[in-house]
């Protein structure tokens, strides 16, 4: 039985994608990008993440030895319907660490393949997914189409988008710049879907995609299949002087006239339909799609587009200032009736923590609008939230002072 070593860190310019997967500085780079997600997601990723972090170095070796030897599994996922408000759950597949690690490892690698990244990840048009674009790409494209004279718009999203994809037809686009096929075994079983709780889904399985129909929401490789397969959707669309800007499954189709956007879109259905999706229309679905003049302002991705600039939708905004409220709400209901195992959690230094990491996360995913104004009157809406919170701190502390130390959250010596 072969050691578990892993494969020097520098990779050889004519070393097999395979090869290029199980090398020790793929491996650890895949390995710190899912380490980074883990810190943000919930605290059962977070342990799992902590618990593979405290031997890495072994656990990474043996990652590489079953890659090297064909021995590598992808374990089964667990399915969460993810409640949103107002809208339906979002089917969201949670991998083990080590399949995480594998697909991230193995999107790198696709990533890295110069035929793949002039295929299907160029698209001048396509931001999401695609190294150093993202959301302030998209808004910043979407700006200058505006200042160009392109005066009228229509958004939408894709129905179902990743429990849609076909995904041998997507895979066949990405595999003809791949000829190895350990390599395309694995993409094949990294983008399957196959759950472990299936049964405790109830009607929420239908949600998950099945068989060869659908990518798993959450893999770090289906926004690579979903590009893939819309690479002839971005090019047909941006044509006659029509701008379609898409980030994954969301779209907005910028032109000159009313017309020529509604044709797009007509069009766009039918290049869509071929592809066995559709899109909402907004006059079917309003609440999911939209149309007018971009003089009046627009809506895309979460930001309101006007004038020249982008803000933080009022959508996003009234979002923040609900969790806001959330998480202070839980601390005051402590305060209610302090409990020293909870101070850690919910007393007060932790929750001004927790405040402060969301209210910068919430920051930092706008930091490409310039829109002081609409950051100082939410930031005024949180501050007046947050003097109530400390004035009933106050109160609490004031009611019983020997319980101090568990308000605060401040371990006690005493």
Not at 113 to 121: F, K
Request: with cysteine.
């Amino acid at each position: 039985m072969a050691s578990a070593t892993l494969d020097p860190g520098d990779i050889a310019p004519d070393s097999t994608p395979l090869e290029r997967l199980r090398a020790r500085a793929t491996l650890r780079s895949a390995w710190l990008r899912v380490r980074e997600a883990a810190r943000r997601s919930s605290p059962a990723t977070r342990a799992e993440a902590r618990s593979f972090e405290a031997h890495e170095g072994r656990h990474l070796a043996r990652i590489a030895a079953q890659l090297r030897e064909g021995r590598f599994v992808f374990a089964r996922a667990r399915g969460i319907a993810c409640e949103r408000p107002g809208k339906g759950p979002r089917p969201i597949v949670v991998a083990p660490i080590e399949s995480r690690i594998v697909q991230r490892a193995l999107l790198d690698v696709l990533r890295a393949l110069p035929g793949l990244r002039a295929a299907d990840l160029e698209a001048p048009t396509s931001f999401g997914g695609v190294p150093e674009r993202g959301t302030a790409g998209a808004v910043a494209a979407a700006i200058e189409a505006v200042k160009a004279g392109h005066t009228s718009y229509l958004r939408s999203d894709i129905v179902g988008f990743f429990r849609r994809i076909p995904r041998k037809r997507a895979l066949d686009m990405l595999l003809v710049h791949v000829p190895d096929e350990g390599f395309a075994r694995l993409l094949d079983e990294a983008t399957r879907t196959e759950l472990e709780n299936l049964a405790e889904l109830g009607a929420a399985a239908s949600l998950f995609p099945e068989d060869d129909t659908g990518v798993p929401q959450g893999c770090a490789l289906s926004t690579l299949l979903g590009n893939a397969l819309l690479r002839g959707f971005d090019a047909q669309m941006n044509a006659r002087g029509i701008v379609c800007l898409r980030y994954v499954d969301d779209f907005l189709l910028l032109g000159r006239e009313a017309s020529h956007v509604k044709k797009a879109f007509v069009s766009a259905q039918r290049a869509l339909g071929e592809l066995g999706f559709a899109a909402y229309d907004p006059v079917i679905d309003p609440g999911k799609a939209a149309a007018g003049s971009t003089a009046r302002g627009f809506e895309f991705l979460g930001c309101e587009i006007q004038g020249g600039r982008a803000a933080p939708s009022r959508a996003k905004r009234e979002e923040i200032f609900g969790r806001v409220d959330a998480l202070l709400r839980r601390s005051e209901r402590f305060f209610e009736r302090p409990d020293p195992g909870g101070a850690a959690r919910l007393g007060l230094a932790p929750t001004l923590h927790a405040l402060g990491r969301l209210i910068e996360g919430f920051r930092a995913s706008y930091r490409f609008c310039q829109a002081d104004e609409v950051f100082a009157a939410l930031g005024r809406a949180i501050d007046s939230r947050v003097e109530k919170y400390l004035r009933l701190y106050r109160k609490s502390e004031g009611r019983d002072p020997s319980r101090r130390g568990a308000l605060r959250g401040i371990a006690s010596l005493g």
